[in-house]
């Protein structure tokens, strides 16, 4: 078997090292990865592009590891793909292998080997891709519903951001998180990724955070951390926090998305009570992950804010795309650093590009900083219409609506700015609150209740599907 040369940033080597120690852990028992991961030995092939569909089991994650660890480059999708989007990835990018636990009825694939229930299938025609030579993973694009659009990151790309994470959360090989995402998410996958460099603890969980297992095992295996979209903390905080009161955890992270005001002040008093961190953060799949963080100790007075870039590189762009540099003026936000990927891939064919970023990202958020340099999101740049020559913020109304009417979601539809609950609302109250804040009158607006709050994969609002029940 051909001897694969690895890149000089791939740390997923280590875990091959004498000294690494990491472990995945069950209800039922410790996985040594670098033991476990030998049984995963037939990936170690000439340099193969492996689409995996990602379960929160230790199967499916060891397996991305193997393909890491042997220098191959997966393509991570979810597991709630319906049949026909997993059957478009694999039409679009020709992986050389598949993971999966499904039953794929393609000529073109077949089963050479099953590991617990996992299937490997390999492409019957024997070929080799051209594949970048810094290309590591194919990660779906953030808020992703199942597009094959794909973000290409580099071994840097996940070196430097993986690296920057573990410094400022100050992770420690005694540490132990458990899964609460998909890994194929951004957010998920560094949360593994950060704990697997520092050859940490991960408990493999695959439930809801509402679920009694879910506390007893915080409990019972003494976790000190996990990661939350708001979707997650919502949920949380409506079962009731002190649920989480539990003297091994030390901090939680949180980011995909904003949390309201009055969540996040619930938050910041239950963990300031029980002596835990809640620490804010800012990312994209475009970033590899995470580009920005808020400390604790500021969270109280800079509620919203998404703090401080992980290397400082945020700056403002205003509509001329000049350089902002007073407080408070709203512009694009572009964020500079060795985490940004290389570009996008919606074919096997961008398999060979290189970088077409050059460390530079236009994250397609407005916002701005205040006189301490703290950064706030004010929306996207694509949420705004204009409606009888008003120029409306759809993020700031509906930031501003769910102080008052949670659970409300704006967008504009059919010319009008049209709300959207899952709760019964006082269409009078609600009018009257949006003409008091934004001066819209009565016949620019429309509420319209739905069953259902729809969701991407990745548990943030599907816009796209947001619309009449």
Request: with cysteine; glycine share 6%; aromatic share 14%.
């Amino acid at each position: 078997m051909e001897k694969i040369s690895l890149n000089k940033f791939n740390f997923f080597k280590k875990i091959f090292n004498k000294s690494f120690t990491g472990k995945l852990i069950t209800c039922e028992k410790k996985i040594d990865i670098k033991k476990e991961i030998i049984k995963y030995k037939f990936l170690k092939r000439k340099r193969s592009l492996c689409l995996i569909e990602c379960y929160n089991t230790p199967g499916s994650i060891l397996s991305y590891l193997s393909v890491m660890a042997y220098g191959s480059v997966p393509l991570l999708v979810n597991e709630n793909l319906n049949n026909i989007f997993f059957k478009n990835y694999i039409n679009k990018f020709l992986p050389n292998y598949i993971i999966t636990k499904r039953n794929i009825v393609s000529k073109k694939y077949v089963i050479f080997k099953k590991v617990n229930d996992l299937f490997f299938y390999k492409y019957k025609k024997k070929y080799l891709k051209n594949i970048y030579k810094d290309l590591a993973i194919l990660l779906p694009t953030s808020g992703s519903t199942g597009s094959t659009k794909m973000v290409r990151i580099s071994y840097k790309n996940i070196f430097s951001n993986t690296n920057d994470i573990c410094n400022y959360l100050k992770i420690k090989k005694k540490d132990k998180s458990i899964t609460t995402m998909p890994f194929s998410y951004t957010y998920g996958m560094s949360i593994i990724n950060s704990h697997l460099m520092k050859g940490a603890n991960i408990f493999v969980y695959n439930g809801s955070v509402i679920q009694k297992k879910f506390f007893d095992i915080l409990k019972k295996f003494k976790i000190t951390t996990f990661g939350g979209v708001p979707y997650i903390y919502e949920l949380l905080i409506k079962i009731g926090l002190n649920r989480l009161k539990n003297k091994n955890l030390n901090y939680l992270t949180h980011a995909g998305g904003s949390i309201n005001a009055k969540s996040l002040s619930k938050l910041y008093k239950f963990c300031k009570s029980n002596n835990i961190e809640f620490i804010s953060m800012y990312g994209a799949s475009e970033a590899t992950s995470r580009m920005s963080y808020l400390p604790f100790k500021d969270m109280k007075n800079k509620i919203g804010s998404i703090g401080k870039g992980l290397q400082k590189s945020f700056i403002l762009l205003d509509k001329d795309y000049k350089q902002i540099h007073k407080p408070f003026l709203k512009g694009e936000l572009v964020y500079r650093g060795d985490n940004v990927c290389l570009g996008y891939a919606s074919n096997w064919k961008d398999l060979a590009l290189g970088d077409e970023n050059f460390s530079i990202l236009r994250t397609g958020d407005e916002g701005y900083f205040d006189r301490e340099g703290y950064f706030f999101i004010s929306g996207r740049k694509n949420r705004y219409t204009k409606l009888y020559g008003h120029r409306i913020n759809l993020d700031d109304i509906e930031k501003k609506l769910n102080i008052k009417f949670p659970n409300c979601y704006v967008k504009f539809l059919n010319n009008k700015i049209t709300v959207f609950s899952n709760k019964s609302i006082n269409e009078n109250h609600l009018f009257g609150f949006i003409f008091k804040r934004f001066n819209l009158k009565a016949n620019m607006i429309k509420f319209i209740k739905i069953k259902k709050i729809p969701y991407t994969l990745n548990k943030k609002i599907d816009y796209t599907n947001l619309n009449v029940s």
